[in-house]
């Protein structure tokens, strides 16, 4: 079954500082791939997905991920962080049959002035 | 409507007590998800929809929960005799694609289920 890691439980960026959140995948085949960022209280959006084709995925708000399968990873990226990206992120795996999607534990995000 | 709708927002229940907790998907999407999320965690499969019928119920923790969606639309999660390890954020999302992992998913805002 498919797995999904997130090392940092909490990091903190100051605004207009670069940002990258490490996720980890564990499958066996290629996967499909996601990000979702959560405000307190809200639900889930998505940010970004991979499927196939180019490993380097745009999405929404300026975010950006790097599929990599000999690391097995799909870190997402920010040249310049806002305030207003504080939120939980999650990053998310599902197989190529089945519906469900495993989601990690999430990375919480605080930008500092 | 605009977005995927879920009410009530916030239910608490004394342990033991039946709850139904309610999902309206995005006008026209076929697929209908719910998901767990305990506090600190990520959101955890429950079941899946397409239309009316329920494809995937293998994450139902218990034979207590129980999921319906009888006309393809509006979906209900019920959880009878609740108990304290119920209580989570539950997460309905909806999607306009037919099955697979690989479906976009459009979230509520959740019901946060308190059992004291």
């Known amino acids: 079954a498919q797995s999904v890691t997130q090392p940092d439980i909490h990091i903190t960026v100051s605004e207009g500082a670069s940002l990258e959140l490490r996720c980890n995948y564990s499958y066996g085949a290629t996967p499909y791939l996601f990000w979702y960022v959560q405000s307190p209280g809200q639900g889930l959006q998505l940010l970004l997905k991979?499927?196939?084709?180019?490993?380097l995925v745009q999405g929404i708000k300026g975010f950006e991920a790097e599929f990599k399968r000999s690391q097995s990873s799909f870190n997402l990226r920010k040249p310049s962080v806002h305030w207003s990206d504080a939120a939980e992120y999650f990053c998310a795996v599902g197989a190529n049959s089945g519906y469900a999607l495993n989601f990690g534990k999430g990375t919480s995000l605080l930008v500092t002035p | 409507g605009a977005g995927v709708s879920q009410s009530p927002r916030y239910k608490v229940a004394k342990r033991g007590q039946d709850v139904a907790l309610r999902c309206d998907p995005i006008?026209?999407?076929?697929?209908l998800f719910w998901y767990q999320q305990a506090l600190g965690q990520g959101p955890e499969f429950l079941t899946y929809f397409q239309n009316e019928a329920q494809l995937d119920k293998s994450g139902l923790p218990s034979d207590r929960f129980f999921a319906e969606r009888p006309e393809g639309s509006v979906s209900t999660l019920k959880i009878q005799r609740t108990q304290q390890e119920d209580s989570a954020v539950y997460l309905c999302?909806?999607?306009?694609?037919?099955?697979?992992?690989?479906?976009?998913?459009?979230f509520g805002n959740g019901t946060r289920l308190t059992v004291t």
């Open positions: 006008s026209g999407h076929v697929s």
């Open positions: 991979y499927f196939s084709g180019d490993t």
């Open positions: 999302a909806s999607s306009f694609q037919a099955g697979g992992a690989n479906s976009p998913l459009h």
